[in-house]
């Protein structure tokens, strides 16, 4: 069994996940709109260009997302999407992309159990544990 988190967004998903990209890599797979689906009769017109479904392969991970009708708009609370890098440069460098215009939660640094590991909200509203490998010796 894989678990795969799934996000909601309040109407900028398609620009979290080319940002999301940008930083990750992997590949968009999907990135379907209300419009031209039957979903389509069921939301307001300003609403029909925004994202039903996006999807984000990361290789044996994937993250999803959409954005979620104003009626249905909850913010994201006590759940973090936890990366896990072999390499602490390359988590120290994601971490610091998605600083950018967030909120730190935790410095990222060494400790007990990991050569580099931070806990931020990204300016999406996401939440994100950044984690290096684990201390050799």
């Given at each position: 069994?894989?678990?795969?988190p799934y996000?909601?967004?309040?109407?900028?998903?398609?620009?979290?996940?080319?940002?999301?990209?940008?930083?990750?890599?992997?590949?968009?797979?999907?990135?379907?709109?209300?419009?031209?689906?039957?979903?389509?009769?069921?939301?307001?017109?300003?609403?029909?260009?925004?994202?039903?479904?996006?999807?984000?392969?990361?290789?044996?991970?994937?993250?999803?997302?959409?954005?979620?009708?104003?009626?249905?708009?909850e913010p994201?609370?006590?759940?973090?999407?936890?990366?896990?890098?072999?390499?602490?440069?390359?988590?120290?460098?994601?971490?610091?992309?998605?600083?950018?215009?967030?909120?730190?939660?935790?410095?990222?640094?060494?400790?007990?159990?990991?050569?580099?590991?931070?806990?931020?909200?990204?300016?999406?509203?996401?939440?994100?544990?950044?984690?290096?490998?684990?201390?050799?010796?």
């Open positions: 069994m894989r678990a795969h996000l909601f967004f309040t109407g900028n998903c398609e620009e979290a996940f080319t940002f999301y990209q940008g930083v990750l890599g992997g590949k968009i797979t999907a990135m379907m709109t209300h419009r031209g689906t039957e979903a389509e009769a069921h939301v307001p017109e300003d609403w029909k260009d925004k994202v039903m479904h996006a999807a984000l392969d990361l290789g044996e991970d994937v993250i999803m997302a959409s954005d979620s009708p104003p009626a249905f708009q994201i609370q006590s759940v973090y999407v936890s990366l896990q890098f072999d390499d602490v440069k390359e988590a120290r460098r994601v971490y610091d992309a998605f600083a950018e215009g967030g909120t730190i939660k935790m410095d990222f640094g060494p400790n007990f159990f990991s050569t580099g590991f931070g806990m931020l909200i990204d300016r999406f509203g996401v939440r994100w544990m950044v984690n290096g490998p684990a201390p050799q010796g």
